[in-house]
Every structure is written in structure tokens, then in C-alpha cells.
């Protein structure tokens, strides 16, 4: 029998979580093709990475309810995926919402709750986490397990605060007073404790600090982040370049982005909402080489639902003083886009998992507006760090 793998998602009936079900599901079953999975592109189709009916899926959710109706109220408000793709991956939904069990909730800041008591300390609520992880990977018999982050964006947590080294970090995590960490990280920590992958799909901070680092690498797991790149700052990290590469000034950069699901609804709140901006923003002068004039907005727009729609101006300079303008819309559905790169990391993750890689994964920085381990923004050249690593590994297998 081949290995199974497990993904295990964190907010598991989300929106992005739901496509990931119906999306797997339908993979499954050969009811979609694979328009959007970066892993069925050519230069990684060598890779022995494991199959679709190879993986299952469970996941940790704060909210009640179920995922077939999750994906049904999804798909009226959105209208995709189609209702009947949703009947029929009926059967493989409720069989994966029978897998989702209740999260842990610490410090997640003001627009975030749970329904249900709050952990006793951010030591507790590991356990908790490691405990459900374990009995997922034990009742499926699976070979590895890969935990997704697809959370809420959290506040952000000031890396001044953080202790350089996990002995120390370690250390705070028994009492509520002593620890300045949030629920991403105890996932991060639980998920790394058990030598399992962790992929943070958020720009909450995760395992992006020193003493977590410290702690996979003492694991041997692996694991790769932060904020997924699917919208706005992916057409950021491709425009950039050619603004450079062609020596135009770049005076100003404006991005006003909306949306309406429930991930904008959090981002209305201030804390969360900086986070956010700041992982879109950080990646301009990376590129150019220079910081021009930027400004990143994001507004709930109720109306729109999972339809983000991103409008950037563009005012750059160029021969003889011309001053020139770039302006462009993209609308897409957030969840859509995101979905397929969820599947995608996560087959990824595991396959290093196999090999014994440990740390983080740079070589997936194209999948992130902060890629951890690289100062690389170029998304062509992050897509070549890939590519080399694909063509190093067949090569040598």
C-alpha cells in the first residue's frame, strides 16, 4: 500500500480551507483538471511527490458548524465552485469535517474569538494540538503529516520580545504572563516538537523567529512560510523587476486593495490589519533597489465577498524627465487562488519531509511576500530557485 500523507489545516472550515476540500476531493475523483497547481507544471512534474489520493485532510477550527455547508454557502455567495462539484464531493467533505476538531485560541487579538473555553497556558494548548495531531496520523496510518497555517490574520508580535534561542523560549511557554507568542506560533512549536512540516500560509508570525528555527532544526522538520502570494503583490514582485531591469525611476507606488470575506472582515480591525499591510509593502524596495513613495491600503468591502479587487498606480520617470503612469485592476477570487498553492506547498513539504530536510524550505520563497530565508523578491528568480532545486534533485535520484 502507498504512504499517505496528512495536511492538516488550521482553520479548517474557512474559505480557503473549504477550497482546498472540494478542490482535493474533486482531484480525487479526476472531476477538475489542474489549471493552477504550480506542482503539475512541467519543471516539477519529476518530483515524486505524493499523489492527490495519497493525501488526507483534518484540520483545527475555532468556529462550529460543517463543511458542507461551508462550502455551499461559499459557493451561493461566490458562485464557484459549482453546487453540484460540491454534491459531488459530498461524501469526502463529511468525511474530512469528521476529522476537524476544535482549536486553540492565545492572544489572538480583538477580531478574533472561539466558541469554548480558552486554553490554561500556551504549554496546554500544545499539547492539545500535538495530541490531535498524533491521533490523525495514528487512526490514517499516514507515513508523515504536513500542518498548514490558514488562519485569521493575528496582531503582530514584536521580534524584540522574542528570546534568540528555543531553551529560553521554551521556557515562557508555561505560563499565560510569561508568553508573548500567539496561537500561530503554539502550532508552529506543537507542529515542529513532533518533527512534522509547517507551512504558514499568514502573515502571522509562526515559526518566523530565531528560537523556532532553532527548535526544527533540533527536530530535524522542516518547514516554510510566510503570507501567501496570490493576488497584488505577486504582480508587485513581477512588475518591480522590469521597472528596474529597464532603469526607470519608480516615484510612487499606490495599492488600494478590497474585499469582502471574512479574512477582510478581520483586516477592518487596525492590529490585524498592519500586519497585513506591512508583509505587502516591504517588498517594493527590495527590488528597486530604493524606497519610492508607497502606500498599501485594504478596505472590507461586504459586498464583495471572496472577489478581492486590487487597483496599484504606478508613477515612474524615465529618459529625457518623462514622467509616465502604469494603472492596472486585478480582481480574483482570494480563496481560488489561494487554494491550489495550499495543496501545492504542502505536497512539497512533504516530499523534503521524505528526504530528511530540515529548516526552512527557502527554495519555496516564490509562494510568499516573505519568504523565510530569503531577501530574494524577484518573483522570476524565486521561481528559479525552485526550479533548480527540482532539476538538482532529479538529477540525483
Not at 501545492?344 to 530528511?356: I, Q, S, T
Request: glycine letters at 8%; one cysteine or more.
Amino acid at each position: 500500500m502507498a504512504d499517505k500523507t496528512g495536511i492538516w489545516l488550521i482553520g479548517a472550515r474557512g474559505a480557503v480551507a473549504t477550497n482546498v476540500a472540494v478542490g482535493l476531493s474533486a482531484l480525487q475523483q479526476k472531476a477538475i483538471g489542474p489549471t493552477g497547481l504550480v506542482t503539475e507544471l512541467p519543471m516539477l512534474r519529476s518530483l515524486p511527490l505524493a499523489a492527490w489520493d495519497q493525501l488526507v485532510l483534518g484540520g483545527h477550527e475555532l468556529r462550529s458548524g460543517n463543511l458542507i455547508d461551508a462550502a455551499q454557502a461559499y459557493a451561493h455567495e461566490n458562485r464557484l465552485p459549482s453546487l453540484e462539484l460540491v454534491k459531488q464531493c459530498q461524501s469526502q467533505l463529511e468525511a474530512i469535517d469528521a476529522r476537524i476538531r476544535p482549536g486553540v485560541l492565545f492572544r489572538g487579538g480583538d477580531a478574533i474569538v472561539r466558541e469554548g473555553p480558552e486554553i490554561e497556558s500556551p504549554r496546554a494548548g500544545i499539547e492539545q494540538i500535538k495530541r490531535d495531531l498524533l491521533a490523525f496520523q495514528s487512526e490514517h496510518n499516514l507515513s508523515r503529516v504536513v500542518v498548514v497555517l490558514l488562519a485569521s490574520t493575528e496582531p503582530e508580535t514584536p521580534h524584540t520580545s522574542l528570546p534568540d534561542h528555543w531553551r529560553e523560549l521554551r521556557l515562557t511557554l508555561e505560563t499565560n504572563a510569561a508568553c508573548v507568542l500567539r496561537s500561530s506560533s503554539l502550532y508552529a512549536i506543537a507542529t515542529l516538537e513532533l518533527g512534522f512540516s509547517f507551512v504558514n500560509f499568514t502573515p502571522s508570525l509562526g515559526a518566523s523567529c530565531a528560537a523556532i528555527e532553532e527548535l526544527a532544526i533540533e527536530r530535524n522538520a522542516c518547514h516554510a512560510g510566510r503570507d501567501g502570494k496570490t493576488g497584488e503583490t505577486l504582480l508587485k514582485t513581477v512588475l518591480a523587476p522590469m521597472f528596474a531591469a529597464r532603469n526607470l525611476e519608480v516615484m510612487s507606488w499606490v495599492g488600494h486593495n478590497i474585499l469582502g470575506n471574512a479574512d477582510g472582515q478581520v483586516l477592518d480591525h487596525p492590529d490585524h490589519k498592519q500586519a497585513k499591510v506591512e508583509s505587502k509593502d516591504r517588498t517594493l524596495g527590495k527590488m528597486l533597489g530604493y524606497d519610492p513613495q508607497s502606500l498599501v491600503s485594504i478596505e472590507y468591502i461586504k459586498s464583495l465577498g471572496d472577489w478581492k479587487t486590487a487597483w496599484d498606480h504606478v508613477h515612474f520617470r524615465g529618459f529625457l524627465g518623462a514622467e509616465m503612469t502604469l494603472q492596472l485592476t486585478w480582481q480574483g477570487c482570494d480563496s481560488a487562488l489561494a487554494a491550489p498553492l495550499v495543496l501545492d506547498l504542502a505536497r512539497l513539504a512533504d516530499h523534503a519531509a521524505a528526504r530528511g530536510e530540515t529548516g526552512t524550505l527557502e527554495y519555496l520563497a516564490s509562494f510568499f511576500k516573505s519568504p523565510l530565508g530569503q531577501v530574494e523578491q524577484d518573483f522570476y528568480t524565486q521561481l528559479l530557485l525552485l526550479g533548480d532545486y527540482a532539476e538538482r534533485i532529479t538529477a540525483n535520484s
